[in-house]
């Protein structure tokens, strides 16, 4: 984090959110970041159901972009993460480069081994997959390039579960590297990774839907050696932006409602939960015997097994949101502390956080020995009452005569 908030500072460019300031918890012992509030993102906005961007609106998106990707590279910062939900839309359609939890800085005179293991799989470039420590702006020019395939096919073009299945799903797409890449690039899993045949690169035929100022600009940024994507700048000035239609102004943009990633996700869900349910009701249909199609009824039993499970299920959701949310106190118990940028708390600007992978922190602490006691439950001068003895209760005389009839019959 300290390293985020460094790179905040430096940066200082419409297309970032401004960091206004820390707030620490007293309670949660959690630091936190202040920037101003988003209602979309591009993610959310791009898979809605009901939202389908225009070329104009598309360049628009997209000129932001690699505006805000030249500001961080002209300063030699690397973003190393950018994907749809990391790119914030306000209701004014002014598009902020967010989370800069991955992102590094870099000298092109003086290289440094950094790590692989960083940007979402589905925007990571091949280099990254095959293990390089050796990179620059090609890493993010390779998610820039998908984001704008994903824009106009309205989904993510390259959707591997597995480094592996991305890596082959790169190759069928962008084809597979030639001999002098393999020779010139020495990537550490490049004997681990390499494909068996040689693919064919079908970027045109994939996209010939998209407008054909767009597919040289694609080509571009999905190139598998990371020196012919050019840069940012070059991006910037290629036909995609300076042919008809043009870019249109932000303020321009529609007005949608909120729509981010996690909105998107919950209508996944809804149609897979329903997809369930729709097929439940099919495959019990089919086990019908034939003599009783004519007199079946739909079974209420089945039916109220599902509603069960699923109410099951959103209560299980809800319970545990609940108690994730209960470890943080509510405002008013949670007096927490905040810094502005430029006081007196700031960080040593000096300090340059070493590059660590994401998938490498830890996060472990020391246990203390748990306290155990053998002894009374009472405290050393406690004063412990006597017992007294129970008063004989009042017995009925005509239970005393069943009891005594009862034992009478089973001895006999």
């Given amino acids: 984090m300290a390293r985020e908030i460094l790179i905040l500072r430096r940066l200082d460019h419409p297309m970032f959110r401004k960091l206004h300031g820390l707030v620490t918890s007293r309670m949660s012992c959690s630091l936190y970041l202040v920037f101003d509030y988003m209602e979309h993102d591009l993610a959310g906005l791009a898979s809605s159901p009901g ?3 225009t070329e104009p609106q598309v360049k628009c ?9 030249e500001h961080c590279h002209n300063r030699h910062v690397l973003h190393r993460d950018i994907k749809g939900s990391n790119l914030l839309v306000d209701n004014g359609g002014v598009l902020k480069i967010a989370d800069f939890g991955l992102a590094s800085t870099f ?9 692989s293991r960083v940007v979402t799989l589905w925007y990571r470039p091949p280099e ?9 702006v090609g890493v993010d020019l390779w998610s820039a390039g998908c984001i704008l395939a994903e824009l106009f096919a309205r989904k993510p073009i390259m959707t591997g579960r597995t480094e592996v299945e991305q890596l082959h799903r790169i190759f069928k797409l962008c084809g597979s590297p030639s001999e002098e890449y393999w020779k010139k690039s020495k990537l550490p899993h490049a004997t681990i990774f390499k494909p068996q045949q040689a693919y064919k690169r079908c970027i045109a035929e994939t996209f010939k839907d998209f407008p054909q100022s767009s597919l040289p600009l694609i080509e571009t940024l999905l190139t598998i050696d990371p020196a012919e994507r050019q840069t940012a700048t070059a991006a910037l000035k290629s036909e995609f932006f300076t042919t008809v239609p043009y870019a249109c102004d932000p303020s321009s943009l529609p007005k949608y409602p909120p729509s981010k990633e996690m909105d998107a996700k919950r209508r996944d869900e809804e149609a897979r939960r329903l997809r369930v349910a729709g097929k439940a009701g099919a495959d019990g249909a089919k086990k019908t015997r034939p003599r009783d199609r004519a007199r079946a009824i739909p079974a209420p039993g089945a039916n109220a097994e599902l509603q069960t499970n699923i ?4 209560l299980i959701t809800h319970a545990n949101a609940k108690s994730k949310s209960e470890k943080f106190p509510p405002p008013h118990q949670d007096g927490g502390i905040g810094y502005r940028l430029g006081s007196s708390h700031h960080i040593d600007p000096g300090f340059d956080p070493p590059d660590v992978p994401f998938t490498s922190m830890n996060l472990s602490y020391a246990k203390e020995p748990m306290q155990t006691w053998s002894g009374p439950l009472v405290e050393p001068n406690a004063v412990v009452a006597p017992r007294r003895k129970p008063k004989p209760s009042k017995k009925d005389p005509r239970k005393d ?3 005594t009839r009862n034992k009478e019959k089973e001895s006999i």
Wanted: no cysteine; charged share 25%; net charge positive.
């Fill in 61 to 69: 998106f997209m000129h932001q972009l690699l505006s805000g990707l």
């Fill in 51 to 53: 939202i389908k961007f």
């Fill in 401 to 403: 005569k069943d009891s």
């Fill in 107 to 115: 000298d092109p005179n003086n290289k440094q081994p950094m790590t």
């Fill in 128 to 136: 990254l997959l095959l293990g390089a420590t050796d990179y620059g």
């Fill in 311 to 314: 109410d099951r299920r959103r």
